[in-house]
Structures are given as C-alpha cells and as structure tokens.
C-alpha cells in the first residue's frame, strides 16, 4: 500500500493506483471529462490537472500513478489556475447553443464551465464547425461542433461494447469523432455513449426535442427485459416515460443497459396500447366495462370446468411476468382444479419436471463472474440474448479468464475466446458429451459408460482442459440450451462436466423473472407448455404472451388456440392476430405502471412500484387476477397490494432467494436422440423481437437487429438446396410456408438454414430447431 496526501487528507491506495483513484477514496473532487473509472486512461482533455509537490508543472490526476509519501493540492492557485486554462481552451470553439442543446441541464462542460470557465472570451475569431453525421436511428450526431474530444465514446466501443465503431480521424483543430466509411452504429450496447457524452455532441435521436431534463421526474425501476433485472431510471413527463437511463448497481448492471432497455420505451405510448376491456359477440368486439369483462370470463372458465373438467383450462405466461402475477395466476386456475400453468413457451423438452432439485439459476452470483479462471457457454447467442453477461466475459477474457462457446453458429461474441465449437441443434447433447468424455481422461477417471463410444476432438480436449486448470471456473447453459429438443440431456451433461471439473454449473436465463417463476410455482403439475396446445383445451389464458411469436411451435398453438372456446388474452397491447383467436382481451398495465417483483438469475429479489399511472382503463395484472379470484369466490383473494403476494411467496425483506439449485434427479444419460436426417433450422430470437415492447419500439425497428429475416446458410448448404445467395426460397414446416430471401453465412454449420423466430414474415412455421425443407421460390 502506498501513502498519499491529497489537500491535506491522508489514505493508504494499493499500488498502480492514480490520484483520480486516491481523489475518489478520499472524497475529493477533481474536475474531468475523458477519465471514466470502467474506461482505459486517456487523459486527453486535461482537466484534472493538479499540483504535485516538487512536479515542476501540473500534471493530469487521471494519469500520474501514487508514489509513496505524494503530495497533491487540487485546489492551490497554480491547479486552479491551469484548470482555468484548460477550460478556455475546450470553449474556444464550443458552439454558444445551450438553449437548444438536448444535454442542458445535464452537461459536464456546462456545469464546470460555472466553476472554472472565463465571464468571456478571448477568441473573436471564427469557430470551427463539423458536419453532423447519421450513425443510425438511436444515437443523434447533429451537433458534433460541440465535440471536446474526450473519446470516451471511442474508447466504450472498444474496451465495452467490444467492436470500435466511433474512431477520431484527422489532426489537431480537424480532429473528429466518425463511423468508419460511413457506418452505422449497430452495437447492442451502443446507447451507453450518450450517458457517456459529457457534452452535447451524442444525445438520443428518439428522445431529442421531447423535454427537458428539469421537467422530467426521475424515477427507480427494474428491467423486465433480460435475466440480469437491470437497474434503470424511468424519466417521466405529465404521466408520459420520456426515457429510460441506466441506475448504476456494481453488482448487477454495473453502469451500462442494452439498447432494448433503454428504447423499448417507445412502445409504452404506442397507438396500439389497449386501454379499455373488449369481449367479442358474435364475432364482433366491443369495450365493455371491467365488471362486465371480468363477469364474462368468470363464467366462461366457470362453465367450462364444470362441463369438462379443470383439465381443459390451461394458462402459459410470459418470462417477463411478475412474481406476484405468476403466483395470482397459478392460484386461479388451482382454485378451477387446474394444473396446467406454465411459462415456458419456447421449450419444448420438459423431460426434467419434478426431477429438479430446486429454481434453475445462474449457479454464482453476477459479480463473480469477472474472477473465473474459466467458463464454457453452452447454446447461446450470448450477445443477442444476454448482452450484459456478454459484456462481462468480454472484460473477464481480456485479463486471465479462458472463455469458451459451444453453440448452433459461429456469430462473432466479440469476445477472445480460448475454444469454440460449432455443431448442428441436434447435435449440442453429443458435442458436450465429447467435452464430458475429454475432461474425464484428461483428469484419469473413469468415463461414464454411456459416453464410452462418444468421439472427442482436439477442441473439445482444450476446452475441457480449460476447466480443469484454475480455482473458479462456469458452465453456462443458454437460451439454445433450454430450447433444445435434449434440453435435459444438456443438463444432465452439464452438471456431470461441473462434477468432474469443479465448475459450477448454471442458467443464464432467458426472461427476467425465469427465476422467480419456478419459486413462485407457476408450472404444471399435468400438462405443461407444450402439451396443453398437443392436446388441445377447451379454454386458455394468456399472459403477457403473443402466442405466434413467443412459442416453440406457433403453428400448434395457434391451430389449438382457433379451436377453443373461450381464450382470454391479458395483455398491454391490441395485438392484431390475438383478435383472431382471443375471445376477451383484458388491458393489464406493463412495467412503467405496476409494482411487482422480478428475481434475477443470480437469485436477487427486486421489487419496484409503477412510475406512472395505468393508460386508460388498464389494470395491474395482479389486481385483474386477485379480483377474478373474488368473482370465481376463490378462497384467499383479500390481497391490498402486491407485497402482500410477494411476501407470501418468498418470505419478507429477503435480498436473494432460497430454493436455488441446479441438481437433478433420477435422468440417465441417454443419446440416442442425437441424430437428424433432413435440414435442420436453427431459430435464434432476435434481440429486439423477444418481447412485446421491444417489437413495438420504432427505433428498435430501425436498427441493424430489427431488419427482416432471411434464410441464412453455408455455401455447400446452399448449393446442395440449388440456390444461390440473393434468391428467394419457399421455407417448409409442417402445414406453414413463408418465402424468404437466401444470404451467404458460412457462420451456419453444414446441413443447416438459420431462420430467426418471433418475427411475422416466420410466424407461420413450426418447431424453432426442427426440420425444414427448403426450394427455390
């Protein structure tokens, strides 16, 4: 430990540290733009300039390591005045716009210019002036005159987001921050550039001229978006989220949030917000009152129990309900004699049921995950899926940590990784096998019988060596994973690979309450996600689900959907396919209007209330499913307010959850399945499709990630089908067809076609990894 004094405060700093890290443990504030704590030193805009004892000028806190027995005075007349000075240079040419500038109110250079700026310049001559450029329909480069150069946003590209997408060109007064060839910005991480603009040059294109920063209200919430439960700032206006900021918690989020978080807002103040219950009679809908509603489906699930029993009512929820709703729903439809709940749509093996030794998580705690010495990711488009996971492998890889993938494409993760293994869907069981099987006689134990005739290739060798070499190391199973048609032979192998190599094993999730959903038992005890559409019932409920895109098979739901007779859809949207098949659509209130409970894949419980009030006559889908139980004079329904139902499901003032474990229990491994004759599709989720907000957010839309599927295969696949890149090719399953447009994507194992899923032009298919026929058009 090193010794330092800083305007007469003394502390111990470990060594390497700089006086910006000695300044901010001791409380002292030292002026900067460019220095940001998760970004390389760049110490470029020298605003933090101090005087240090016997430095014969000042020198840049951000930049000077601590020697021992160092003395610094940040506020001596020689710092201030070369902070003064600094401060002259960088409004030399800043544009005088702060009226009009989106960052007002919220500017660094604005709020330093008070304390350290001149009452007026010395410099009449011309400013210098850049040319706005279009990097894309979220971030705004309007106004990059106002640029200091600072590169942090440079800088985030390609230490965070992992891709440089914003570099500096030229020299000198021509210096400017620019995409490369004109570019767009398309990470997923990209908006966090406009936190870190500390100037006006990057704001928000969908946010820019809306409002004011001293309007808006600021208000906490959580992410209903991904397993990690993101902290975020809900900024609202007259009722109305104007938008969505990362809220900085080390331990989940860090400071940053993807895209979709921060822009899914859009949808919020969609025109498509369904504001008033509708019931349909003879074939025509009408708003009707919520008694009248509420009345109507009571009867209908009443009637249907009563004449066909509890098991023809099924409910399938989405990942992004609450604890409360998830809980409030199972209890209904118990209370019917009904056993079939789920919240699983994409999955289609549920061979592990009642074998499970506790919630599926993430097996460590967020955090922790920058300290492995290794990781294996199995099944997953991690980027897309889970971007701030992605994020810290990435930091993770760039130090000591061996991050390996085995998954269904080789897509660039942007992170270093030690191995990779690309396999066809139907053959992610035996690939891992083969990792099981290496790390085995890598460790000179006996390799279990059924894996005996398993082949191991050098790859699978070094991947399962890695796991064997260091104090922590993680076995992450993913959304493909999960949805794979050998889901729990997957796990099964997983935790075997855990056993043999001290690695813990997890999930990482792929809805934002995957975790609390299984504490708050929303699963069948009879037919679960799939079966309850195989054999089809007489009534459904839908929760926050749009069944054609967030299904594994959307042709069987929706065929089992049109033969019911009543299907009750509880949704925040008018959702156009749903006036098909819904019977009565119920208006429940999204995240920005309710309050609940949402357990991140660590197991952390986080509760957060409504930031503006429900649109029109829309409800909180617990209150809808607490009364529902008072109009079916279900016992147990005298619930005042959601923490009541949290409370009772996890226990009170509980920070991470019990019942967490990802044991399993009487299954053998077995891998016979492991075999496909036909064209296999791979269907991954796209980033800004997996929800119902981000599919209704137009600059989502807009972005690299929102553009239409195409039928994505290697050359020799495309060959073997006869067509060439840029043709147009009829798409087969089952009874559904679509026509798409072939690309070139070598990233696509042989034998496969990519086709993404969750998107309309594909919602006429079936099974996400099932067979496919593929012609030309």
């Not at 553009?707 to 399953?733: D, F, W």
Request: charged share 20%; proline share 5%.
């Amino acid at each position: 430990m090193l010794e330092i004094e800083i305007d007469g405060k003394k502390a111990q700093v470990p060594d390497g540290s700089t006086v910006m890290d000695a300044a901010q443990q001791l409380g002292v504030y030292i002026p900067h733009f460019c220095y940001h704590k998760k970004l390389s030193i760049a110490a470029n805009c020298r605003m933090c300039l101090v005087q240090v004892e016997k430095a014969p000028k000042p020198l840049p806190a951000c930049a000077t390591p601590v020697t021992n027995g160092m003395k610094v005075f940040t506020h001596s007349d020689l710092a201030v005045k070369a902070q003064k000075g600094v401060m002259e240079f960088l409004l030399i040419n800043h544009p005088l716009d702060c009226p009009i500038c989106d960052q007002g109110g919220e500017c660094q250079l604005q709020d330093m210019s008070v304390g350290y700026g001149p009452m007026q310049s010395r410099y009449t001559e011309e400013k210098h002036v850049v040319f706005h450029k279009n990097v894309g329909p979220l971030i705004s480069m309007e106004e990059m005159s106002r640029c200091i150069h600072c590169t942090r946003c440079v800088r985030f590209g390609q230490e965070i987001a992992g891709v440089m997408e914003l570099g500096m060109a030229n020299r000198n007064m021509h210096s400017e921050i620019m995409t490369f060839v004109g570019r767009t910005v398309d990470s997923e991480l990209s908006g966090n550039m406009i936190d870190l603009c500390p100037v006006g040059a990057l704001t928000s294109k969908p946010f820019r001229y809306t409002a004011r920063s001293w309007e808006l209200q600021r208000r906490k919430s959580v992410s209903p978006h991904d397993s990690v439960g993101a902290n975020l700032v809900v900024q609202v206006k007259h009722d109305n989220v104007m938008r969505v900021l990362p809220r900085e918690n080390e331990a989940v989020n860090e400071c940053w949030i993807s895209d979709k978080e921060r822009f899914a807002y859009q949808a919020l103040n969609s025109d498509e917000r369904l504001t008033r219950p509708m019931v349909k009679q003879g074939g025509e809908w009408r708003e009707v009152d919520w008694n009248v509603a509420l009345d109507y489906v009571a009867h209908g699930l009443k009637d249907v129990a009563r004449n066909h029993g509890g098991d023809a009512l099924a409910a399938l929820a989405a990942q992004h309900a609450t604890v409360e709703e998830l809980f409030l729903l199972g209890k209904v439809f118990k209370g019917l004699g009904s056993g079939n709940i789920d919240f699983r749509p994409r999955q289609s093996d549920f061979s592990s049921d009642f074998k499970r030794a506790g919630a599926p998580w993430l097996g460590m705690r967020l955090a922790d995950i920058k300290d492995l010495d290794a990781a294996l990711v199995v099944g997953s488009f991690l980027r897309k899926d889970h971007p701030l996971i992605a994020q810290r492998l990435r930091q993770a890889a760039k130090k000591y940590t061996k991050v390996s993938l085995l998954s269904v494409t080789a897509d660039d993760q942007l992170i270093s990784l030690h191995g990779r293994l690309t396999v066809a869907p139907s053959q992610l069981a035996a690939a891992l096998a083969a990792i099981v099987k290496a790390a085995a006689e890598s460790k000179g134990v006996a390799v279990p019988v059924d894996l005996t005739s398993v082949t191991v290739c050098e790859e699978s060798r070094k991947i399962a060596q890695s796991l064997l070499e260091g104090e922590k190391r993680a076995v992450f199973l993913g959304n493909v994973a999960t949805q794979s048609a050998e889901a729990t032979q997957i796990h099964l192998l997983a935790n075997l690979l855990g056993e043999l190599t001290g690695a813990s094993v997890g999930f990482l999730g792929e809805g934002a309450n995957t975790v609390g959903a299984h504490l708050a038992w929303a699963l069948p005890s009879n037919a679960n996600a799939r079966q309850m559409f195989e054999q089809p019932r007489k009534a459904y409920v839908l929760l926050g689900i749009e069944p054609e895109l967030d299904c594994a098979n959307p042709q069987q739901v929706l065929s089992a959907l049109k033969q019911a007779s009543m299907v009750v859809a509880l949704s925040a949207f008018k959702h156009g396919p749903a006036f098909d098949y819904a019977d009565v659509m119920l208006p429940v209130a999204p995240y920005t209007e309710t309050s609940g409970t949402f357990v991140n894949i660590e197991g952390r419980v986080q509760s957060f209330n409504g930031v503006v009030k429900p649109r029109g006559d829309a409800r909180p889908a617990w209150k809808v499913l607490r009364v529902l139980g008072n109009v079916l004079n279900l016992s147990g329904f005298d619930y005042t307010s959601s923490e009541q139902v949290r409370d009772e499901v996890l226990g009170t003032d509980v920070e991470f959850a019990a019942g967490l474990n990802n044991g399993l229990n009487g299954i053998s491994i077995d891998l016979s399945a492991s075999t496909a004759a036909g064209l296999q599709r791979i269907a991954d989720v796209p980033i800004h499709f997996a929800d119902p907000l981000a599919r209704r957010a137009p600059a989502l839309l807009q972005t690299a990630d929102g553009v239409a599927p195409t039928l994505r295969a290697a050359a020799a696949t495309l060959a073997a089908i006869g067509v060439e890149p840029g043709a147009s090719v009829r798409v087969r399953q089952g009874n559904g067809e679509t026509v798409l447009v072939a690309r070139l994507d070598d990233k696509v194992p042989a034998g496969c076609v990519r086709v993404a899923a969750a998107h309309p032009t594909t919602a006429m298919l079936g099974e996400m990894f099932g067979d496919i026929s593929v012609e030309r058009a």
